[in-house]
DNA sequence: AGAATAGTGTCTGTCAGACACTATAGA
DNA sequence: TCTATAGTGTCTGACAGACACTATTCT
């Protein structure tokens, strides 16, 4: 036996890839969702996803944003991997490999063609347990909601799914349905502050006392992280 | 066109698993590679790793802990996922993917069969920048060794590089070397004992002064992790 | 004026950095 | 006793939590 490697003596594994989009509406957050047309599990909810095009897509990246895109329309605002997922018994085809990615976006954006598409649909996190899934995307999505809800805590990643201009209170809220609790007003001011990612504009807006100031993330900044974790 | 996948509409993507080895020897930051024995980059220095066997391998954990044994003979006693890299470019073979892991052994522990293998070796990350490198493996290191010292920040992950029983100078000596730069040692006497992971012994051992206490990890435990990270 | 929301001032608590101090081993 | 390493005591600084206070808008 050489140490050399052949392509074709091993079958190579079923590889897809599938995204866990995340929106926060209605002071809740929120998974987008596919209906299955076809087997394995037609008919039951699954996260958006499917094969790399060899062909077309330049990296996996791509093969995420394409599907996402086919769902909502628009490029999410953040994308990263969350992690694969593979074995023998998670799909009925054989050994599969599943990477997964993790995205967030303003609901605003999505929703003018989310609500076009038959098939498509934002589902509660806290709606899932009793929701059949298809394959292990529960579980999937249960380890992608609790890497959101860290970097919640020590990142300004919330400002995703948000609209380009909004208000301490909004992103306030946001963070607060994504971590499950409540946090200081103060606190998010200072991290604001100390970020340096955020210009303020001339425009206030109404919310029913005072005029609200409007941020809006400085053109080009990346994602601040803090060295501490907000509460816990 | 219907809503319906055909597995074989799209060729499947070239599907490996690597590893990112890390251990600290003589006070410096060394990963496992070994030189290739086949095209593609024949003779240069890659990660270790290579295809799923669908047939055996339970999970991809199980790919990567089985081509580290295959250098090293023992489990890492960290494993985690890093990402996977893709591309039509990285691989002349075509499109492929690489699931990369990212993996901790105490150096002792590897030692004895790496000695005995031609074609692996340690090789120091600052060594780096001037070998030869299979692949994108060096972007590779790169980031795992970012996650690596970022993880050192604000958990007790460097243990893993040590052996069962270690002395805060050992353990305080190896965060360094991982990071890059000096930390207090009443800082980490203080994780240390916050952590709760850790139990003395009432061996002591010497070090030419006073003898230190030695530790060892509480059976059972889980890595903790802190909600500050250490100096920046 | 009163209610509602926006935003500030400032005190406390926690924990990392700094560094002087004590403790204990070998030569 | 001298040196080297182990380990403690304790002050400072940064920053999150708490919460009272002021500011501004609408009704």
Known sequence: M?????????????????SVLFTVKDSSLKVLMVKRASAPFAGR???????????SDDSTDMTALRKLK???????????????????????????VTLVYFALIAEQRAAPHIETVEDAQWIEINALDTLPVAFDHKAIIKQATSRLQQ????????IYCLPDYFTVSQLKSVIETIIG???????????????????????????????????????????????RNLSV
């Open 70 to 96: 086919e769902k909502t329309n628009v490029a999410p605002q953040y994308l990263e991997q969350l992690q694969t997922f593979s074995g023998l018994n998670r799909d009925p085809r054989g050994f599969s």
């Open 2 to 18: 050489t140490g050399a490697y052949n392509i074709n003596q091993f079958k190579n594994p079923l590889f897809t890839v599938d």
């Open 45 to 55: 909810w699954g996260l958006p996803g499917g094969f790399v095009d060899v062909d």
């Open 181 to 227: 609790k409540t946090i200081q007003r103060k606190s998010l001011i200072r991290r604001i502050e100390a970020s340096e990612m955020f210009e303020t504009t001339d425009e206030k807006v109404k919310s029913g006392g005072r005029l609200a100031q409007l941020y809006r993330v400085k053109p080009g900044v990346d994602i601040v992280h803090f060295e």
């Open 151 to 158: 970097k919640a805590l020590y990142s300004m990643l919330p």
